[in-house]
């Protein structure tokens, strides 16, 4: 494998639509029923452009999209996908990577998340705290996530 991480553009909706779509009918099939992960991600086709306001990055393995995580300025990891088959090959800790390196320069003390079953396991093996376990609906199915932070050392 030869991962390089990059910024995205509005050019690679369709392709994180696609990871993110696999990511959760396929990669969180041991944490959440079927009926849950067609609740949470309804639609293999793309509903609509991701939020041009979130700073996204793309993790490519020979020029293939296989994973991003998006962040909105203040330390929010609004999403982080990984396709079931790159799961367990650094590519989530890359991109995670990215996102503390920008949180540095960005000066920010704290990162939160609302991770899945799938994601918190990841989070926590990187010095995450489970603040609070949540039952949120999508689509009349309730799907459990936590509310995860972390306190970054940062000198300014």
């Not at 995205?8 to 009926?35: C, K, M, N, W």
């Not at 949470?40 to 296989?66: G, H, T, Y």
């Not at 998006?70 to 090959?89: Q, S």
């Not at 093996?125 to 799907?143: F, H, P």
Request: hydrophobic content about 40%; overall charge negative; glycine content about 6%.
């Amino acid at each position: 494998m030869k991962l390089h991480i990059r910024a995205s553009g509005p050019e690679d909706d369709d392709a994180l639509h696609h990871i993110y779509f696999r990511a959760v009918r396929e990669g969180t099939a041991q944490f959440y029923t079927q009926e849950q992960r067609i609740a949470w991600a309804p639609s293999e086709k793309r509903q609509k452009p991701f939020d041009a306001a979130l700073i996204c990055w793309v993790a490519e393995d020979e020029a293939q999209p296989v994973g991003f995580v998006a962040v909105e300025p203040g330390g929010y990891l609004d999403l982080a996908f990984v396709l079931p088959e790159y799961i367990g090959r650094g590519v989530a800790k890359a991109l995670y990577c990215e996102v503390l390196e920008w949180a540095d320069k960005e000066g920010l003390d704290r990162l939160t998340v609302h991770a899945s079953h799938q994601a918190r396991r990841f989070f926590l093996r990187q010095g995450w705290t489970i603040d609070y376990a949540e039952t949120v609906e999508r689509n009349s199915q309730k799907l459990e996530r936590f509310a995860m932070s972390l306190m970054l050392k940062n000198p300014r």
